[in-house]
């Protein structure tokens, strides 16, 4: 089934049909390379709700839930949606030039038909709609990116990881700009320190601040991760039901050594939990925007782009004699 993008009195939302028992988490790999809303699409297809935040239905009730929102063609939500939140001035032009012309849907009438011929097929079946902020799903797409810069940036000899992570410095502490979303607003205490942890601050406009008056820069994004740790394994950090969609611990005595077992019970944090664990695999950087890439260990040649946008980027660069 395909995705589609749609407006609402909640901001631009994604409408998701998935299975029943949709796939428990997307690709890390695919979500913190995913420069536009076009690519989140693919990388969020057929995958279960991200939170207890998504907006669940059974089909009967699909027609009901669609009467409010209007068609949205995902080109026009590149700077609203802040997808290039993380990347420098210089990456974002680029990318807004080359994310424009790309298209993954039309508008209006045949978008809206594409939508119901999907509703047709699914009917019959125990299929779920789904609709989510897409502001949630970059936040996830920010952080995950996050946590893998940060972590292939902390390798032995590198001593400014915030700074290559694109962590702006100010008053003895590092700053980044995060997804406009209330997800967020969850993944902080009622003291809005970020996991919970202190020296990691998230402001009301959505940027989080990690103190680095003490151990320099290493110190600084070992706090942040220690951070997101928390964040994921604690989701959320506030309300009733504070903590029910984080991690789980489960002894797993199926083999002659026993080993703890962990898994998300939300995809928000079973996506913080793969991004910060990822075993078998390597962490490279894109020569074009410096974005994280994931690989699996052995799998040939590492990429070089992290994307097709910025594999046109650096052919037009290259072409022009820019590289």
Not at 98 to 117: I, K, N, V
Not at 195 to 207: F, Q
Not at 290 to 315: F, H, Q, T, V
Request: proline share 5%; glycine share 8%.
């Amino acid at each position: 089934m395909r995705n589609f993008i749609f407006s609402s009195y909640i901001g631009p939302v994604f409408v998701r049909i998935i299975p029943p028992f949709g796939r428990p988490s997307c690709a890390v790999a695919d979500l913190a390379t995913a420069m536009d809303p076009t690519d989140l699409i693919e990388a969020t297809d057929g995958i279960a709700p991200l939170s207890s935040s998504s907006t669940v239905v059974p089909m009967a009730r699909a027609m009901e839930t669609l009467g409010s929102l209007v068609p949205c063609n995902p080109d026009e939500l590149f700077s609203a949606t802040r997808f290039a939140s993380m990347f420098s001035d210089v990456a974002y032009e680029f990318h807004s030039k080359y994310a424009l012309s790309r298209r993954s849907g039309s508008s209006g009438g045949s978008y809206t038909s594409d939508l119901l011929d999907d509703l047709a097929i699914a009917r019959g079946g125990d299929s779920l709609l789904v609709v989510e902020r897409i502001t949630d799903w970059a936040l996830a797409r920010d952080l995950t990116s996050l946590a893998l810069r940060v972590l292939g940036h902390l390798a032995p000899g590198k001593e400014t990881p915030m700074e290559d992570s694109c962590f702006v410095a100010y008053d003895n502490s590092y700053h980044i700009q995060l997804a406009d979303t209330p997800l967020l607003d969850l993944l902080a205490d009622e003291k809005g320190r970020f996991g919970g942890e202190d020296g990691v601050h998230l402001y009301d406009d959505r940027s989080l601040s990690i103190d680095a008056q003490i151990g320099g820069q290493r110190a600084a994004a070992a706090k942040f991760l220690r951070a997101l740790q928390a964040a994921g394994m604690r989701f959320p950090l506030k309300g009733d039901d504070a903590g029910a969609e984080g991690w789980e611990f489960t002894d797993d005595f199926s083999s002659p050594n026993p080993h703890l077992k962990c898994r998300g019970r939300s995809t928000l944090s079973q996506l913080l939990f793969d991004a910060i664990y990822h075993e078998d695999a390597r962490i490279t950087f894109c020569k074009v925007c410096g974005n994280a890439i994931l690989a699996r260990k052995g799998r040939g040649r590492p990429r070089d782009y992290c994307s097709e946008i910025c594999r046109d980027m650096w052919n037009d660069m290259f072409a022009n004699g820019k590289s």
